[in-house]
């Protein structure tokens, strides 16, 4: 482990990650990487078969004539959130086939991906570089993964492919209709998810590209999210995930009467700011308070005679009505989290627009969507006094969740975070945020249940605000109050010397690190 | 001889409270075991607050087990307290957990009462945040929303929630239980800034003299503490205006349906038809002693469209105010309590005509050519205090409008 360096946001990072050279992170839109991107190898449509038809027997044969080695790298997908049978389908198959120290690079991970730990156990996996959610998120803070965890946004996984950082030897992509061509979509079949946008950088630059489909339909698949020429096998597997578990539970609004009245609050704050105008663009995910706010930006949306030029989803049910009746003329969609989402895409595609990260999140790219929007709502697990937030540990210091599309999102016009002020007895506003990912630069405004907090940075927001009838408090206020109640700040958590993952920041440089839980 | 006693909940679901089991014993000093879902951040402080309160409380010898699930400081002190007190009832507590300051302000006998929130009083969880919703009231309950086993924990609860938690503008009300029970509650919760003490199932007017006279031993005769019988069964509507009229504590009537349906052998149903009797009793007597009628809860959540037909329909018939069991039925009730454009029109109208009247040292007060009598203006005043309270008309309406 080479030696710990203090970042420009001042924590303490490694200067060289599994082997390889990092750059500490330097302040938003200081590093500017050059050079040219990478690029796949080259492949000449001679060694392909010219009828088209790209199907191999199993799952097994399309990995051997890929070629497998030991510590190569494995991209997969999070298109099925916690509904996903492939990536495990993808990692018992080289643990058959006798593989190891893989480097697995999925999109994102979910609870159904736990058995991944024994893949970790046994050697076959070596580090993960992603997400790590729940159980895997236990197993390396407990300090037992091999390699360091890797943990990057949504955008910073296609960065990271783009400039060489990550190199994805196997891409295995679930999809939900594919022809024997590899032309692919998620829109329609038994499995059918939304968009197939987190994989398209794979099938771009990976070495091997395999598509694994329920759903086989005649050439030519269309839409052809994912197209044919990238694809190297397909193969036809009975069930490549439970489409009902692609509907997870923070696809439901919430009934907790604190996060109805943050969402409501944010829904005010934004009218009376005068965010809400006409032709205005917002985000709201998936997340029980996001969803509200949603609902309730719709009525005060009707109430005015407001429609916005477009939302960006992740797209449920509620922004799929939103759509209908008249509220915005656009869905740009990175994900959809619910089936309502996944048949609007379908069945009104000029108007419910397939996006990915490149459009959307990517650092390499010329502009994003994500600054375009005039207001984003997300979720946090902790923030402090300087508006800094954490995404990935709570206030133990164990990894719990990944990034998303999070820090991505955080260079819209107005970026507000919507937290209950403490949960059970721990305080959410902190004096310093246990694991740093996105920098209170970036952070405008933070809703609590207690009342708003706008960053001292956006006087503009602070004037804007004057006459809003929510209640606008001080961040050290609500802190204060909350520490009152839970009777102080917490203890910081108790934590080894190790480092067992580090987090990147959106241009690939490592924002903080996560050290060894002594509690796992 | 041991001495065991228990108090909380127990359970891998149990959020923002704890589980605390003591045995007192002769000897072998204090040994404490603590299981916390908040170890890791708060252990320590845990551990400590603990040991304080059985320094405080004298207990020298006692094992006691802590099964923590997130629990405020509030509720772990009222959960140990209980535990000890269970053990033994003779266990004296020598300083409160220290209450927040400024939160004492006095409510006023004639101040709004339109909505109030009942809050089990066994359920931290429910109270932490209570005072950010806007009710008019709130309702820490001993009563019907806590089970037996937990009537006797559920006291400490409540009296620490009434010291430690900023309950905003809201009246801070404590529904107690029947007969002595309650009266042993109010030994509990007294002295500790208790505004309203509701009292259920109200059928004479000695039940609310014995009450006052509880709440005058502990704070004296002008104790200033207000009391909201509820009229609950045949016997207690029959009665109604003698226990309004009981003691110049009462300030409200208020009617519970569930019971007095059974008592008179029928059921409830939407339409109320069977109660109509009762509610029409209680806003008499109540208007008849002075006190405000204030009606039952309405308890279907989900139903806000019913919620709003039935505040109308209460408000028509002359209640006050509405009970409710869910934060998000404060909004629904305020705004259907709220006098319509039409009825502030008018209202500004009569008062501005009484102003003039006034100026002019008139006896009578006119509007148009007709008179207005007394009690028209003073419901008109009220109607403005109400739309003003409603944010329906600013409080400087009479400056604004002369110089628009």
Not at chain 1, 99 to 108: I, L, T
Not at chain 1, 387 to 402: C, E, M, P, Q, R
Not at chain 1, 430 to 453: N, Q, S, Y
Not at chain 1, 471 to 497: F, H, K, Q
């Amino acid at each position: 482990m080479s030696a710990l360096v203090k970042n420009a946001a001042g924590r303490l990072v490694p200067t060289e990650i599994n082997g390889k050279p990092a750059v500490p992170y330097q302040g938003v839109h200081q590093f500017r990487p050059s050079g040219r991107k990478a690029a796949p190898p080259i492949r000449s449509c001679a060694d392909y078969p010219a009828d088209g038809n790209k199907i191999v027997g199993s799952l097994r044969e399309a990995l051997e004539r890929c070629g497998v080695k030991n510590g190569m790298t494995v991209g997969t997908h999070h298109h099925f959130r916690n509904g996903d049978f492939v990536a495990n389908a993808v990692m018992d198959t080289l643990a058959d086939m006798g593989v190891r120290d893989v480097v697995w690079a999925p999109s994102a991970s979910f609870p159904c991906h736990a058995p991944m730990v024994r893949h970790l156990e046994s050697g076959v996996m070596h580090h993960i570089e992603g997400s790590m959610n729940g159980p895997l998120g236990e197993y390396c803070s407990a300090g037992k993964m091999r390699g360091l965890g890797v943990l990057r946004s949504h955008g910073g996984r296609f960065q990271a492919i783009q400039d060489d950082e990550l190199h994805i030897d196997l891409a295995v992509i679930a999809a939900p209709t594919a022809d024997p061509f590899g032309n692919a979509n998620g829109v329609q079949g038994p499995s059918a998810c939304g968009p197939l946008g987190f994989a398209l950088a794979d099938s771009l630059y990976a070495d091997r590209v395999v598509v694994v489909t329920d759903n086989l339909v005649p050439f030519p698949c269309v839409p052809w999210q994912i197209h044919g020429q990238n694809v190297d096998y397909v193969v036809v597997h009975d069930r490549i995930g439970d489409p009902s578990k692609i509907v997870s539970g923070t696809t439901q609004v919430t009934r907790s009467p604190d996060r109805l009245l943050i969402a409501e609050y944010i829904a005010r704050f934004v009218a009376e700011v005068g965010i809400m105008a006409d032709g205005f663009s917002f985000q709201a995910g998936a997340g029980g308070i996001t969803l509200a706010f949603a609902l309730y930006l719709k009525e005060l949306m009707r109430k005015a005679n407001v429609k916005a030029r477009f939302i960006r989803g992740g797209s449920t049910k509620y922004l799929v009505d939103m759509l209908q009746e008249g509220f915005t003329d656009y869905i740009l969609d990175g994900q959809t989290f619910d089936l309502d989402g996944v048949r609007s895409m379908r069945e009104d595609p000029k108007r419910h627009l397939d996006t990915s990260p490149f459009t959307s999140y990517n650092f390499h790219g010329k502009g994003n969507f994500a600054s375009i929007l005039d207001c984003v709502v997300l979720g946090a697990t902790e923030v402090d006094r300087a508006f800094n937030a954490n995404v990935v540990t709570h206030s133990d210091g164990v990894l719990l969740h990944g990034i998303g599309g999070w820090q991505n999102c955080l260079t819209a016009k107005c970026t507000i975070l919507a937290v209950p002020s403490f949960r059970d007895r721990i305080p959410v506003i902190l004096d310093r945020v246990t694991t740093l990912c996105g920098p209170g630069e970036l952070i405008d405004v933070i809703a609590t249940e207690r009342g708003i907090a706008i960053n001292p940075r956006r006087q503009d927001l602070i004037d804007a605000a004057k006459r809003c009838t929510v209640p606008i408090r001080s961040i050290d206020d609500i802190a204060d109050e909350v520490n009152r109640l839970t009777g102080g700040p917490p203890d910081a958590p108790t934590l080894g010397d190790k480092v067992v993952a580090a987090i990147k920041w959106v241009d690939g440089t490592v924002i903080d690190s996560v050290r060894q839980s002594l509690n796992c | 001889m041991t001495r065991q006693g228990q108090a909380g909940r127990q359970g891998a679901d149990v959020r923002s409270d704890c589980h605390v089991a003591c045995t007192l014993r002769d000897e072998g000093g204090i040994d404490l075991e603590i299981e916390s879902k908040v170890a890791t951040m708060f252990g320590h402080k845990i551990r400590k607050q603990v040991l304080d309160i059985l320094a405080d409380m004298n207990v020298a010898h006692a094992t006691v087990q802590v099964q923590d699930g997130g629990a405020l400081p509030f509720t772990l002190d009222a959960r140990v307290e209980a535990a000890l007190r269970a053990a033994d009832p003779s266990l004296k507590r020598n300083r409160w957990i220290e209450a927040k300051a400024g939160w004492d302000t006095p409510t006023r006998r004639d101040r709004f009462r339109r909505s109030r929130l009942y809050l089990p009083g066994n359920e931290p969880k429910f109270m932490i945040n209570a005072g950010l919703y806007g009710a008019d009231g709130l309702i820490l309950d001993l009563e019907d929303s806590v089970a037996p086993m937990h009537k006797f924990a559920a006291r400490y609860l409540v009296r620490n929630a009434l010291r430690i938690l900023d309950f905003g503008t809201a009246e801070r009300m404590v529904r107690i239980n029947q007969g002595d029970l309650g009266l042993e509650d109010l030994d509990v919760i007294l002295p500790h800034h208790v505004h309203l003490v509701l009292i259920p199932k109200v059928e004479t007017a000695e039940q609310v003299r014995q009450v006052d006279d509880r709440v005058a031993m502990h704070l004296g005769k002008d104790h200033g503490v207000l009391l909201m019988p509820i009229i609950e069964s045949a016997k207690g509507g029959w009665f109604a205006y003698d226990i309004a009229m009981a003691s110049p504590s009462v300030v409200a009537l208020a009617i519970g349906l569930e019971d007095y349906t059974a008592d008179i052998g029928t059921q409830r149903t939407n339409e109320g038809r069977e109660s109509l009797w009762l509610r029409q009793q209680v806003i008499n007597a109540a208007r008849a002693a002075g006190v405000q009628p204030i009606d039952t809860v309405f308890s279907d959540v989900a139903d806000s469209e019913g919620l709003r037909g039935s505040v109308i329909e209460a408000k028509q018939l002359g209640f006050d105010g509405k009970g409710c069991i869910h934060p998000r039925q404060i909004p629904i009730i305020h705004e259907a309590f709220a006098p319509t454009r039409q009825e502030i029109d008018k209202a500004q109208k009569i008062v501005r005509a009484f102003d003039v009247a006034q100026q002019q040292g008139l006896a009578a007060v006119s509007l148009g050519s007709k008179m207005i009598d007394p009690p028209v203006v003073k419901r008109a005043m009220h109607t403005v205090t109400l739309a003003i309270a409603c944010g329906l008309l600013s409080e400087d309406w009479k400056t604004k409008e002369v110089s628009s």
